[in-house]
């Protein structure tokens, strides 16, 4: 579909919107420029989600929740993060007692987790929470000050990732698809690299900016990449097959790892094993921008007002694992992770039938095959810790990475 085919399908931008949507892509042209006419598409994104003040992340827009762009899992269901504290209590038996969570969104995992971790009878040291977006910090600022105070005042945001490792536990729920990634096309035979031009800026000015896919000869750390990636393909590879690969998974895993002494790193993301991630019918890779609850593959358009997200390629989250020294301790569907944790019980135990119907329905939500159940997956990150992780008993998918 054209950009302008696709426009038509999605919530037309409010004024605000389009002056701030100009506004950035003003700001991308003026690097775009400069770097001689073309960027790779790993900066674009990382323009588009995060240029001070403009990016996605960076601004203000609500984001995240029904009157935002996407739904969470912990956003569906409080199920969720009561399934997840089930997980973190018996992990804080055998660590330290911190938990550090990165992207925390509106805080609603943040909530749910001080709160139920409580009705176990965990009590935490300190609940840390590393953000990049100044407007989701405040949400999350307002949403925790409903807390009792003893569990409250537990909760700390940092500016950067912590020096001193912790014991504990580090939770990512659906952060690492928004690292910029970098894309590819296989074209006659040869590798191209996917990046960005500009597709017009004509007499009309400013209003006239706009950004195309632009295809160049990969650099060398993308042609070594793409030759590992691709090489067990062989041939069975369709002529204009395209996708992404994140290279900077690893160095964000790598630094994970520095900030974790011993514990569980627990990664929850819509992913796959790498032999699915660039299977040969998965001809178009696994890019994604979520606009007012509307998905989409066009990351030209709605620029700083919608999100986009790739895919992860698990097995690339398991062999930066390995060279940070930390153990895959086990991989699942989301839906298997929360049925291990008891997510059904949690739904019996609603107090009358109307909540259990609510329940129910929200459950389905979370682990149905169609919706959030199988696409999205958990992975624990081990390090100095070998006792029972019980959300990996229904499913471990290790063998598959
Ligand atoms: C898709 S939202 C998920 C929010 C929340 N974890 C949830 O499940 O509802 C992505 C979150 O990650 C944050 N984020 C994006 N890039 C990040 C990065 N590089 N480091 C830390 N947080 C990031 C966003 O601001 C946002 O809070």
């Known amino acids: 579909m054209s950009a302008s085919g696709l426009r038509s399908t999605l919530p037309p931008l409010s004024a605000e919107e389009e002056r701030h949507s100009r506004a950035l892509a003003a700001h991308m042209r003026a690097e775009l420029v400069c770097a001689g006419g073309w960027l790779s598409f790993e900066r674009f994104m990382e323009l588009a989600l995060y240029t001070p003040g403009l990016g996605y992340y960076s601004a203000g827009s609500a984001k995240i929740g029904p009157g935002g762009d996407f739904v969470t899992a912990p956003e569906v269901s409080a199920l969720f993060g009561r399934c997840l504290a089930r997980q973190c209590a018996e992990i804080l038996e055998h660590t330290g007692a911190e938990i550090l969570e ?31 977006s100044a407007d989701l ?39 690492a698809d928004a690292l910029p990634c970098r894309r590819f096309l296989w074209h006659e035979g040869k590798l191209r690299e996917l990046g960005v031009a500009l597709a017009g800026q004509g007499a009309a000015g400013e209003e006239a900016i706009a950004f195309r896919e632009q295809p160049a000869a990969p650099d060398a750390a993308l042609a070594r990449e793409c030759a590992r990636l691709l090489a067990p393909l062989g041939e069975a590879l369709p002529d204009g097959y395209a996708s992404e690969v994140s ?42 921008c979520h606009f007012k609850q509307r998905a989409h593959d066009d990351p030209y358009i709605n620029l700083g007002v919608q999100d986009i ?15 940070a020294d930390l153990t895959v301790g086990g991989f699942a569907t989301q839906a298997a992770f929360l049925l291990a944790l008891g997510l059904e019980g949690l739904v019996a135990q609603a107090d009358d039938t109307v909540q259990r119907a609510r329940l129910a329905g929200e459950a389905r939500r979370l682990i149905m095959p169609e919706e959030m159940g199988e696409a999205f997956k958990f992975m624990a990150l081990t390090r100095g810790y070998d006792a029972p992780l019980s959300g990996f008993a229904l499913q471990d998918l290790s063998r598959l990475l």
């Open 309 to 323: 997200t790739a895919w992860v390629d698990f097995t690339r989250v398991a062999e930066a694992a390995a060279a």
């Open 137 to 175: 910090a405040e949400r999350q600022r307002r949403r925790l000050a409903g807390l009792p105070q003893a569990l409250r005042e537990r909760v700390v945001w940092l500016e950067r990732l912590p020096e001193t490792p912790l014991e504990g536990i580090i939770i990512a729920n659906e952060v």
């Open 102 to 132: 990165l992207g925390a969104g509106t805080g609603r995992m943040a909530a749910e987790l001080l709160g139920a971790l409580a009705a176990l009878g965990v009590t935490l040291e300190r609940y840390a929470i590393l953000e990049v």
């Open 247 to 288: 290279l900077r998974l690893g160095p964000w895993i790598a630094a994970l790892g520095e900030c974790l002494g011993r514990g569980v790193l627990l990664l929850a993301d819509y992913g796959l094993p790498r032999r699915h991630y660039y299977h040969p019918e998965r001809a178009g890779g696994t890019l994604r």
